[in-house]
């Protein structure tokens, strides 16, 4: 009866891990010792954000290029933005185990 339930507890282990194979499952856990399973999705936000940051910039810098001034809003911006990548990227560091 005993083994029923620890079968099960690995099962339920394995499913959360998101490892379908058991044997997958048992060799990592004892290779490692843990698994972490990782919400990626806050790393593409801010890999979107990058983008978005990247394509300002380079409207900027035509800009700049072709006037040859550079606007007290565009600085704004690009602080704004910066300040948004360092807040998302706080975030996920304080969330990595």
Known sequence: MANRGRKKL???KMK???INNMGAYLRKMG???HIFILDNMPLKEMNSMMTRFG???NQIAK???STSNIYSED???IKE???ELWQLQKSIL???P
Request: cysteine-free; aromatic content about 0%; glycine content about 8%.
């Open 10 to 12: 690995i099962e339920d």
């Open 16 to 18: 959360e891990s998101g």
């Open 31 to 33: 290779i490692d010792g």
């Open 55 to 57: 394509s300002n910039m």
């Open 63 to 65: 800009r700049v290029n």
């Open 75 to 77: 600085i704004e911006e």
């Open 81 to 83: 933005m910066m300040k």
């Open 94 to 96: 304080s969330k990595l």
